[in-house]
């Protein structure tokens, strides 16, 4: 069982809400979205993915798996069709889920990541994925290395958080499964994703496209990429933000999504 963080409304809940972190984040990055979602009358979970915060180390910690994993927590949680929140490698994989399990999703909101057959990955990803280089950057890896990557494009990455993160760090079986992640992520995967006509297209529910402005590592033409191949999916981009946007904004980003889920009540 993955571990998680929850949060529940008071009373019957309006549904649920599922929130699938990207890289190198755990559940954590959720805090400020968790308790929101439920003050707005949702139940929303948010797991730690195999290998990453307070989850147990599981190999291979491929993608295929992640999707396995994803869908084993929301059966073994009993949840309702969920509304997936989903970020960077968390896009990755929880869209993946989606598309594989359409009688499970009620909507999507997706945030900084990319869902193409065509995709490219960026440097520091090519470098995780190239034999040698990948271990060298792992076992060099430090807490201050990592608060100095992190920092260096989010201005809302405080010691918490980092101290968060760096939990996915804590051993070297944990370090392999990064590796492993990201040397299993070839997009040409997704060509049976794309249709005609786009499987996300086809799963027919409400969609907001939530994305930072700035960001150098998933741009914001993926966005307007989503938006334009969802049917009726709103795109809203959060000014001054990047990658991270859920950290650089914690108050917009919640009630982005808590306005959302009123639209669906």
């Not at 989903?86 to 909101?109: F, K, M, Q, S």
């Not at 086809?202 to 990429?225: M, N, Y």
């Not at 981009?237 to 991270?244: A, D, L, M, Q, S």
């Amino acid at each position: 069982m993955l571990a998680h963080r929850e949060a529940l409304p008071e009373g019957e809940p309006l549904g649920d809400v599922l929130c699938v972190h990207g890289y190198p984040e755990t559940s954590y990055m959720w805090r400020h979205v968790l308790p929101a979602c439920a003050a707005a009358g949702w139940r929303a979970f948010a797991p730690d993915l195999p290998g990453f915060g307070d989850s147990p180390v599981a190999p291979p910690h491929t993608w295929q798996r992640a999707v396995e994993a994803i869908e084993a927590f929301r059966t073994d949680l009993g949840l309702a069709p969920v509304v997936l929140v989903a970020h960077d490698w968390g896009g990755l994989i929880g869209l993946r889920w989606a598309c594989d399990h359409p009688e499970a999703v009620r909507a999507l909101v997706i945030s900084d990541t990319g869902f193409f057959a065509d995709g490219r990955w960026h440097g520091l990803a090519k470098e995780m994925q190239t034999e040698g280089k990948g271990e060298e950057l792992m076992a060099n890896m430090s807490r201050e290395g990592l608060a100095g990557l992190l920092r260096g494009v989010s201005r809302g990455m405080d010691d918490a958080a980092i101290d968060e993160y760096w939990k996915s760090f804590a051993t070297p079986e944990r370090r392999q499964g990064h590796l492993e992640l990201y040397r299993s992520g070839d997009f040409s995967e997704l060509a049976p994703y794309m249709g005609p006509p786009p499987r996300l297209a086809a799963l027919g529910v409400p969609a907001l496209v939530l994305w930072g402005e700035d960001d150098a590592f998933a741009p914001l033409a993926g966005a307007k990429r989503f938006a334009q191949q969802i049917p009726g999916a709103r795109l809203e981009v959060v000014p001054g933000t990047g990658h991270f946007v859920y950290a650089d904004a914690p108050d917009e980003t919640p009630a982005a999504i808590t306005r959302f889920l009123g639209e669906l009540s």
